[in-house]
């Protein structure tokens, strides 16, 4: 079964503190994706991956980097947490076969900053 | 404007209940869309891809129309198990090849006894 999994489920950090979310998928897929989601905005987009080394900002990167050294994993980084970062995040990844194929979220890190 | 917008509900319906959901899309170049299902405090699940001919599983309908640019779900005979908030998705094919979903920002349904 393919998986998409989160290192961490609930996270609490401090304002400023540099913060690494990591997500590892099994299936060889090539595009990876960060999203967040908050309540009444629903998921946007920080950053996408559609290869290794490559990444390409999505709707709302401010404030966050992320890393994609190998296929399999793809790290979203805050480079200074702060209160506004309080999100769900959530991580996916999909295949490069056309139309019809979906995609597989991980299971979340709920990130509380303090 | 939003590039998928959802009526966000809630929608309150009582079992055995048909209910229909609507989505609109903003980009025509748009190529690829979906039912995703997430329960509370979960992850987004495929529910369904949307194909123009329209696509039915068990007791779930969905319908593209691309010339009005919506995309609909239909569930028949409402369970409780049914409850949560449906999203639509849309996949925009940008640069290298790299498909991007954008999500609407989900209806919420309640099956009620």
């Known amino acids: 079964d393919v998986k998409v999994t989160q290192s961490s489920r609930y996270l609490v950090k401090r304002t400023g503190e540099k913060v690494f979310l990591e997500c590892v998928q099994d299936m060889d897929h090539e595009n990876m994706f960060w999203y967040r989601q908050d309540p009444g905005l629903g998921l946007r987009l920080i950053y996408f991956?559609?290869?290794?080394?490559?990444?390409e900002k999505g709707d709302i990167p401010e404030g966050y980097s992320v890393s994609r050294e190998k296929k399999e994993r793809f790290s979203l980084i805050l480079e200074s947490a702060s209160t506004n970062q309080t999100s769900m995040y959530l991580c996916?990844?999909?295949?490069?076969?056309?139309?019809?194929?979906?995609?597989?979220f991980g299971s979340g890190t709920r990130l509380t900053v303090v | 404007r939003k590039e998928v917008e959802q009526d966000p509900g809630p929608f309150n319906v009582p079992e055995g209940a048909t209910v229909a959901f609507n989505c609109t899309y903003s980009n025509s170049a748009s190529q690829s869309f979906f039912w995703y299902r997430q329960d509370c405090r979960k992850e987004p699940k495929l529910l369904m891809s949307v194909y123009s001919s329209g696509n039915e599983d068990g007791r779930f309908t969905a319908q593209l129309n691309r010339a009005s640019q919506y995309i609909s779900l239909l569930i028949r005979d409402s369970k409780l198990s049914d409850s949560a908030t449906y999203l639509c998705?849309?996949?925009?094919?940008?640069?290298?090849?790299?498909?991007?979903?954008?999500f609407g920002s989900g209806t919420q349904l309640t099956v009620l006894p």
């Open positions: 998705v849309v996949i925009l094919i940008s640069s290298g090849s790299a498909r991007q979903l954008t």
């Open positions: 991956s559609y290869d290794v080394k490559m990444k």
């Open positions: 996916a990844s999909t295949g490069q076969a056309p139309g019809g194929y979906g995609y597989t």
